[in-house]
């Protein structure tokens, strides 16, 4: 089952994973670069991202699922990367 995510909460997601305390979700344009001219984000930024974005949505090693640089382009590409690859987590109570 894939994960629905919408640009909203793949913005609280970037905020929160990368401490962003002076941004908020509609300071982030959907289209808007995350990395060179737009957020300026950098390497360790993207590294941290992808980690936090597979551990969050179950989303399979790099070996399998590779992302590339188009999927870390914007907040869409990056919703369009978890909902191909991601997969919705059921939690059960104990």
Partial sequence: ????????????????????????????GDEDPLFAGGLGLDSIDALELGLALRRK????????VPATKDDFRNVRSLVAFVARNGQEHQETGA
Avoid: W
Wanted: a negative charge; aromatic letters at 8%.
């Fill in 57 to 64: 949505f179950h989303i399979q090693s790099a070996e399998r």
């Fill in 1 to 28: 089952m894939c994960t629905v995510l919408s640009p909203y909460e793949m913005k609280q997601f970037i905020i929160a994973t990368l401490n962003l305390e002076d941004l908020t979700p509609e300071g982030i």
